[in-house]
């Protein structure tokens, strides 16, 4: 794990902004990504592309702003702020996608990380039927990275849910003819003793491998994982070592999670378990 400070590799701290939806219950959404932009040494912005109301047992409502207030978030944080990368997550409709694509196209930031976020880790629906279609026509050609996992790039991809590594690295590289430009699949849910994961590219496929853990405490994981890369990559590193990165420090966010106790349900990670005094490994 890398220790704080020792990561610096631009002299000054970087903005990134996260476009997502809101949690409430602090866990997943733009809350999971500020904590994570912070705890990872960049200054954390949000513009807020839906509300919900949830907590760790499930979502119980969805409100989606109105676009044109969506559109002057975003223009207001790019007509100041020099922004050094995008992550976005949830977007509740075809409109909504449209409208982040729109922007996006207008400042170009260099760095793109899309969460393609369609429903809650509680099976809790957090987008309408048309934002697929909106998200692969628009979005996905200006993402950096797309970071889904078996569920979400088989619906990306419109084909049946990956049941092995073979088919895992058969979906991403639909996803990449398909107008991605690197696709990381998230293969946490296959069966077995190792959480696997696929870097897919143009240049080739890196493959990561962990034991999986065994927690509580688990809700924004996805959240994470991806603000994460945006952070690391907003530092200066270059993909395939920002995946790395960002994978090490959910890994440690996971296991240190019982020191929070939040809700009944599915609790957070613990973002700042480098920080917090009495809380490192």
């Not at 939040?262 to 957070?268: A, E, F, I, T």
Request: aromatic fraction near 4%; include cysteine; hydrophobic fraction near 50%.
């Amino acid at each position: 794990m890398l220790e704080p400070g020792s990561f610096m590799l631009t002299d000054t701290v970087p903005n990134v902004l996260s476009i997502a939806g809101s949690d409430p219950s602090g866990g997943a959404g733009v809350q999971a990504d500020l904590k994570t932009f912070a705890a990872l040494q960049c200054h954390g912005m949000a513009v807020v592309a839906a509300l919900t109301a949830q907590n760790t047992r499930g979502v119980y409502a969805v409100h989606i702003p109105p676009v044109t207030f969506l559109k002057a978030q975003i223009d207001a944080i790019f007509a100041d702020i020099a922004v050094a990368g995008v992550k976005i997550g949830m977007l509740g409709n075809a409109d909504t996608v449209a409208t982040v694509a729109d922007r996006l196209r207008q400042y170009a930031p260099a760095i793109v990380i899309l969460d393609p976020v369609l429903t809650a880790s509680s099976g809790d629906a957090l987008s309408t039927d048309d934002v697929r279609a909106a998200m692969m026509a628009h979005l996905l050609p200006l993402a950096s990275l797309v970071t889904p996992n078996l569920a979400e790039i088989a619906r990306l991809t419109e084909s049946r849910v990956p049941e092995t590594e073979g088919e895992m690295l058969e979906s991403g590289r639909k996803l990449l003819q398909m107008g991605a430009q690197a696709v990381l699949v998230k293969g946490g849910h296959l069966p077995g003793a190792q959480a696997i994961d696929l870097l897919v590219e143009p240049a080739g496929v890196q493959r990561f491998s962990a034991a999986k853990l065994m927690v509580a405490g688990n809700h924004g994981t996805g959240c994470t994982l991806s603000s994460a890369i945006a952070a690391y990559m907003a530092r200066g590193m270059a993909l395939a070592p920002a995946v790395a990165a960002a994978k090490a420090y959910v890994r440690g966010a996971l296991t240190h999670s019982g020191q929070l106790h939040v809700g009944r349900g599915v609790g957070p990670l613990q973002h700042f378990f480098q920080l917090w005094p009495g809380t490192r490994q």
